[in-house]
Each structure stands twice: as structure tokens, then as C-alpha cells.
């Protein structure tokens, strides 16, 4: 659990505990399988699709603490916005998830993925932290293949 140290513990604990939007959606637009075999984290995230806009997301399977909470957040972010704004928040996550050490972000932009910072330390946990977005760009481009983090 040292991995943790510092990267908003309370939180992404809670979220890998009591993960939101978990489970599989009734109807489906389409639906991605993501796959972190460094990690053994294993995701299925299925979207309900209304034009370009996302109207419902939930996820299924199997992570360790980071991706799980980072599915989990990624939902609650994610629900209700369209394609363009979810592409926009991709960018900064990842560029959160990946910065120097210390780099300050800007929790506007960010709301409460910010809590996901701390990962950038770990370079080891940044894959375990973005399986999730790449399954939801796969699963929003009704790809079938399965997305790998290698
Ligand atoms: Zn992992």
C-alpha cells in the first residue's frame, strides 16, 4: 500500500472500494473491452451514446486500487458530457497522470480527477490509471478488439 503514500489516499480508496457506475448497462451503445497486462487490470466500459453526447457509462471487471478508482471517477466525470468535452478531459488527465512531480493543475479543468496527480510519481501505476479513458475511446468508436496498455 506505499504506493498510495500521498496520492489523495482517502479518496481513490473510497472509489476503489465503493466503485460508482459500476456494473453493465441495460442497452448499450456500443462497449470496449481494456486490458493492463503489467497489472492484470481488466475492464469492460459500455456507453449509451445519444448522438455525440454520452447520456450513461458504467464499467465492469477486475483492477487493483488505482485503475479501479480511476475508472470510477472517470464515470462520474465523464456522464452527461459530449465526445469533444470528454476528448478535452482525456488530454488533461493524461497529462495530469504523466507530469513532472509537482507540476501544479488547475482543479477547474480537472474537478475531482485531480485527485489522480499523485500517479505522475509512479510512472509503473500511469497505465493502471488511464486503462479506463482508453477503454472509453475504444468503447465510444464501437471497437471491438480488446485495448491493451502494451
Ligand atoms: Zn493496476
Known amino acids: 500500500m506505499?504506493?498510495?503514500?500521498?496520492?489523495?489516499?482517502?479518496?481513490?480508496?473510497?472509489?476503489?472500494?465503493?466503485?460508482?457506475?459500476?456494473g453493465a448497462l441495460e442497452?448499450?451503445?456500443s462497449s470496449a473491452e481494456?486490458?493492463?497486462?503489467?497489472?492484470?487490470?481488466h475492464f469492460r466500459v459500455s456507453v449509451e451514446l445519444d448522438g455525440d453526447t454520452l447520456r450513461d457509462v458504467r464499467f465492469e471487471?477486475?483492477?487493483?486500487?488505482?485503475?479501479?478508482?480511476?475508472?470510477?471517477?472517470?464515470?462520474?466525470?465523464?456522464?452527461?458530457?459530449?465526445?469533444?468535452?470528454i476528448k478535452t478531459l482525456h488530454s488533461d488527465f493524461q497529462k495530469l497522470v504523466t507530469a513532472e512531480p509537482g507540476a501544479e493543475h488547475d482543479p477547474a479543468r480537472l474537478?475531482?480527477?485531480?485527485?489522480?496527480g499523485g500517479v505522475c510519481e509512479y510512472p509503473m501505476r500511469v497505465k493502471c490509471a488511464t486503462l479506463a479513458w482508453h477503454t472509453l475511446k475504444a468503447a465510444a468508436?464501437?471497437?471491438?478488439k480488446t485495448v491493451t496498455t502494451e
Open 27 to 29: 442497452q448499450p451503445t
Open 111 to 116: 474537478g475531482k480527477l485531480v485527485v489522480m
Open 34 to 41: 481494456g486490458y493492463n497486462p503489467i497489472c492484470g487490470d
Open 61 to 85: 471487471g477486475s483492477g487493483c486500487a488505482i485503475s479501479t478508482a480511476s475508472a470510477s471517477l472517470m464515470t462520474d466525470a465523464i456522464k452527461g458530457k459530449t465526445l469533444r468535452e
Open 2 to 22: 506505499s504506493d498510495l503514500r500521498d496520492l489523495y489516499q482517502e479518496v481513490i480508496l473510497d472509489h476503489n472500494k465503493h466503485p460508482r457506475n459500476f
Open 141 to 144: 468508436r464501437a471497437e471491438t
